[in-house]
Nanobody
Framework: VQLQASGGGFVQVGGSLRLSCKASGRTLSRYAVGWFRQAPGKEREFVAAISRGSTIIDYGDSVKGRFSISRGNAATTVWLRMDSLKPEDTAVYYC???????????????WGQGTQVTVSS
């Protein structure tokens, strides 16, 4: 399955953005979906994951309380709402898919292209 992330852009410190992840030609309800990010010179970092039924949700420590992952009603989109953005949130954000949230976090099977998020101070 091909995933497509979008919604990135420039935002000031304290602002908000909402990223979306869609699957081309398929519903996302079949997969657990996660978000990762990678800043220049840094390792890829887990951001959030959601199970197929939205019953299990997991966040990376650096985004807890500020970011929220959810599924759209049409089961074609997974959202990542990002609030209270900080300069250290600047990165390329990727969505990924797998059969379970634990697999999404450790060994995703499917990846989308990234979308750039830049937080200016």
């Amino acid at each position: 399955v091909q995933l497509q992330a979008s919604g990135g852009g420039f935002v000031q410190v304290g602002g908000s953005l909402r990223l979306s992840c869609k699957a081309s030609g398929r519903t996302l309800s079949r997969y657990a979906v996660g978000w990762f990010r990678q800043a220049p010179g840094k390792e890829r970092e887990f951001v959030a994951a959601i199970s197929r039924g939205s019953t299990i949700i997991d966040y990376g420590d650096s985004v807890k309380g500020r970011f929220s992952i959810s599924r759209g009603n049409a089961a074609t989109t997974v959202w990542l709402r990002m609030d209270s953005l900080k300069p250290e949130d600047t990165a390329v954000y990727y969505c990924a898919g797998a059969d379970s949230p634990s697999e999404v976090r450790t060994a995703p099977q499917y990846w989308g292209q990234g979308t750039q998020v830049t937080v200016s101070s």
